[in-house]
Nanobody, 124 residues
Framework: VQLQASGGGLVQAGSSLRLSCAVS?????????VGWFRQAPGKDREFVAA????????HYTDSVTGRFTISRDNAKNTVYLQMDSLKPEDTAVYYC?????????????????WGQGTKVTVSS
């Protein structure tokens, strides 16, 4: 399983970005839960959002609820993270991760596969 995260960049506070995570799997992509995590300089990795394989269940950390939306297109083996109303505290490297599971997973140590990360910088 390989993951490729993309879509990061430098934006002003209040702007939007959409991150993409393209996943290469030999089996059915809908059998994989996918999550987004982020790590700011000097801080621990933090859960952001996760989506179950079917797309019918999602979870968000409190700080992004109402601003971020996770979705997936199983026909394209891709998961998206739409980020609206960005704040400077959203600045971090964002990683996507995958695990063969039926439910959305929020703990980073349960994921088996990780992408390389994409950097998001939000200026004030």
């Amino acid at each position: 399983v390989q993951l490729q995260a993309s879509g990061g960049g430098l934006v002003q506070a209040g702007s939007s970005l959409r991150l993409s995570c393209a996943v290469s799997v030999r089996s059915t992509f809908s059998r994989y839960s996918v999550g987004w995590f982020r790590q700011a300089p000097g801080k621990d990795r933090e859960f952001v959002a996760a989506i179950a394989g079917s797309g019918d269940s999602t979870h968000y950390t409190d700080s992004v609820t109402g601003r971020f939306t996770i979705s997936r297109d199983n026909a394209k083996n891709t998961v998206y993270l739409q980020m609206d109303s960005l704040k400077p505290e959203d600045t971090a490297v964002y990683y996507c991760a995958a695990k063969r599971a039926l439910v959305a997973i929020t703990s980073w140590d349960e994921y088996d596969y990780w992408g390389q990360g994409t950097k998001v910088t939000v200026s004030s």
